[in-house]
């Protein structure tokens, strides 16, 4: 697989001063990133690239080889790139996909409109020009929509915003899905929150308690802040069975995340996917963005939200405590 999103010499640096020095994203070349959202590109001919691949699978019956040659091979950077973050989900892209042939099929009409639909694209802009607003130092990177094996919903890279836009064909039959990737499909007028909720990850300025291993609090503020922020500028809710679920029982969610707060293990709060047990999966980010939502609230401090240096201090001028 071809990875050619190249980085110049000074990308490279700006990268390692990013990690060293706990510098966001944004602080990379400006070559990498818009100073108004007006510039910010939607690049969405990788959706077309996928089907084109999926119809010739189904011709030769050769999955792997299909989509190694006519998607990855031929795709975006911003795709490789992609491809490059998810190395063995994509690895095994053929054969997932293979396994879900009737939902990418009875999906293909829904993720092919969402590649050409500008509504979506507006209301992303918009949002972006509202979080503009309140931040003025935040840059804009592109937007991919690119089409995945049902690995994650969205992410952040050196070549922009990624959206798989595979998990917004509510209308696709789910029946070859797993609980948790059912679960995890929606409608594609979530894309906005989506692109806001990884474009504020790009602007943040983590600072762990322990950069080795960080805390439950520290990576449930990074992403409950993401959804808070989300939320505000595109003026969606977050959505999903975890922040339904968290809203119903808040109290007992709090008291169970309170004993865990300080632990290096996530597994019962974050990233499970398939994996949780008994509650919806993520709950941490309900959790977090309950807590952003209540420090923003007592202290109309929106800039802070992106400066964390201390996740158990700002837990405490939250006040959060249902």
Same mark, same amino acid.
């Given at each position: ?51 084109? *691949?999926?119809?010739? +699978? $189904? #011709?030769?019956?050769?999955?792997? %080889?299909?989509?190694?040659? !006519?998607? /990855? @091979? ?20 053929? *054969?997932?996909?293979? +396994? $879900? #042939?009737?939902?990418?099929?009875? %999906?293909?009409?829904?993720? !092919?409109? /969402? @590649? ?207």
């Amino acid at each position: 697989m071809r990875r050619d999103f190249t980085l110049l010499g000074r990308d490279v640096r700006a990268v390692l001063g990013w990690v060293g020095r706990r510098r966001a994203l944004v602080e990379l070349p400006g070559a990498l990133s818009h100073a108004s959202p007006t510039d910010v590109r939607f690049v969405t001919q990788d959706v077309a690239r996928f089907y084109a *691949a999926f119809d010739e +699978a $189904r #011709r030769t019956r050769n999955f792997p %080889a299909a989509f190694r040659s !006519l998607y /990855l @091979a031929s795709g975006s950077p911003g795709l490789r790139e992609f491809a490059h973050r998810r190395p063995q989900g994509f690895a095994n892209l053929g *054969a997932i996909v293979r +396994a $879900r #042939r009737a939902f990418y099929e009875t %999906a293909r009409e829904q993720v !092919l409109s /969402l @590649a050409e639909d500008d509504a979506w694209k507006a209301r992303a802009l918009s949002a972006f020009r509202d979080l503009h607003a309140r931040l003025p130092r935040a840059r804009f990177p592109d937007v991919h929509l690119v089409v995945g094996g049902l690995f994650t919903g969205g992410t952040a890279g050196l070549s922009g915003l990624f959206l798989s836009a595979e998990f917004f064909a509510d209308a696709a039959d789910t029946r070859s899905l797993s609980a948790w990737e059912r679960a995890a499909i929606t409608s594609g007028d979530a894309l906005p929150f989506l692109a806001a909720h990884e474009l504020v990850h790009t602007l943040q300025r983590r600072s762990y308690s322990s950069v080795s291993s960080p805390s439950l609090l520290d990576l449930t503020i990074y992403e409950g802040t993401a959804d808070f922020v989300a939320s505000v500028v595109s003026d969606q809710a977050p959505r999903g069975a975890h922040h339904t679920f968290g809203r119903a029982h808040e109290a007992d969610v709090w008291r169970a995340f309170r004993r865990d707060l300080l632990k290096s293990s996530v597994r019962d709060w974050l990233y499970q996917g398939p994996n949780a047990r008994g509650v919806p999966a993520d709950l941490g980010y309900f959790v977090g963005e309950r807590i952003a939502r209540s420090y923003f609230e007592r202290t109309g401090d929106f800039a802070g939200l992106f400066d964390v240096s201390d996740p158990l201090a700002l837990l405490r001028a939250s006040g959060y405590d249902p």
